[in-house]
């Protein structure tokens, strides 16, 4: 991609793990980085610094996704930093794990903001400038658990399956202004996220996994980027899952 034409991706929880491994992916394709957290803007400057130096322009924003009017600044000001919005990769997320019996109203509702309504914010806020310009990719993070569920984590899996749904409502209404909307569902990956795992539910889960292998962050990366890419042209409202072969 000649600098001329550079487009801009937003990733949002990119400041580490698989949202950094896909700002970072991106950027080798050459599209100028939007590292958006809700983290301080200085524990994201690692992030942006790898970014820039693959020849492209990044900037970090520092945003809680389940803020709708933080999510609205924060998009106008990408927009006008860069001068366009090409890619919105929907990657933040959290976890308040719990057996249903003993979670609480707090750590449901936490969850669904972030995971969900965050997902909501960013797209609401994004397609607007996609639309004007007639076309735009849209990446949504979902995971396994929202396709299969998971004891103790109802919030997490109900953000997750809701995730499915928005990527597909919205493929449907936006088709028609060159916008795709697709979800990558990861399996097990290793990142810090999953790091609180004990041993024996990490040689759990390994045991479900037929390519006898955990996922790497690079793995949702290369599916995102694929999704991105002029070969992703004809895909929309399309869950992929890259999980190792745990969800068939």
Do not use: W
């Not at 990733?11 to 983290?39: M, P, Q």
């Amino acid at each position: 991609m000649s600098d001329n034409v550079r487009k801009t991706a937003i990733v949002t929880g990119a400041s580490r793990g698989i949202g950094r491994a896909i700002a970072v992916k991106l950027a080798k394709s050459g599209y100028n980085i939007a590292v958006v957290d809700a983290c301080p803007l200085e524990m994201s400057q690692d992030a942006v610094d790898e970014v820039k130096a693959l020849g492209v322009d990044a900037k970090a924003y520092q945003c809680n996704v389940a803020d709708f009017e933080k999510v609205g600044e924060t998009v106008n000001q990408i927009n006008e930093d860069f001068g366009g919005i090409y890619i919105l990769v929907n990657n933040a997320g959290i976890t308040r794990d719990g057996l249903l019996i003993k979670m609480t109203e707090e750590n449901f509702d936490s969850v669904i903001a972030v995971n969900l309504k965050g997902t909501f914010n960013f797209i609401k806020h994004t397609t607007p400038v996609m639309m004007k310009k007639r076309e735009g990719r849209v990446v949504s993070i979902s995971s396994i658990v929202g396709l299969e569920g998971q004891a103790g984590q109802v919030n997490y899996s109900a953000s997750k399956a809701g995730i499915v749904g928005i990527t597909k409502s919205c493929a449907r209404e936006l088709a028609s202004r060159n916008i795709t909307f697709n979800a990558i569902a990861p399996g097990y990956v290793e990142t810090p996220m999953t790091a609180v795992l004990t041993d024996k539910q990490k040689e759990a889960i390994f045991e479900m996994i037929p390519l006898k292998r955990y996922g790497q962050p690079e793995d949702i990366a290369n599916a995102v980027n694929f999704l991105c890419s002029e070969d992703a042209s004809y895909i929309t409202g399309q869950v992929l899952s890259v999980d190792g072969g745990m969800h068939m």
